[in-house]
């Protein structure tokens, strides 16, 4: 989770089986305000992103990585000091059914995770009329 220095990729130790990414779109109502559900003063900070872990027992720890509100972050700056906040009063299966709109979620073996992959048939499981 969350250390000092640089926020890097996702790893779960020295050698995952799976990895990836996800891309997720954020509703657009009042009852999925991220600040709001995660206790965040808006005012106070900005949040640029969230990790977290999970265990075949539970889902982990919540961080927000957040900036100070008065930071203005340009289109793709190379660099971000931020701090990563421990949300205490919430999980992660709390706050992803309120906020996403859409999302896209990929995972692949480690060991292809730079190989271009292409999708050249489709099936079902069980198998569909």
């Known amino acids: 989770m969350a250390e000092v220095g640089t926020w890097g990729a996702p790893s779960v130790g020295m050698f995952p089986k799976w990895q990836g990414g996800m891309s ?8 999925s305000d ?3 559900i995660t206790g965040i003063d808006r005012d106070e900070w900005t949040i640029i992103g969230f990790e977290w872990r999970a265990s075949d027992r539970q889902w982990g720890d919540v961080n927000a990585i957040v900036v100070p509100s008065e930071v203005r972050i340009s ?4 660099r971000i000091e931020a701090t990563a906040l421990r949300l205490h009063d919430v999980s992660i299966t709390d706050i992803l059914p309120k906020i996403v709109h859409k999302g896209d979620f990929r995972m692949r073996r480690s060991h292809l995770a730079n190989s271009e992959i292409t999708i050249t048939s489709l099936g079902d ?4 009329d």
Do not use: H, M, R
Request: charged share 35%; glycine share 0%; hydrophobic share 25%.
């Open 24 to 31: 997720v779109d954020f509703k657009k109502d009042s009852d």
């Open 34 to 36: 991220v600040y709001a």
């Open 75 to 78: 289109e793709s700056p190379t």
């Open 125 to 128: 499981v069980p198998e569909q």
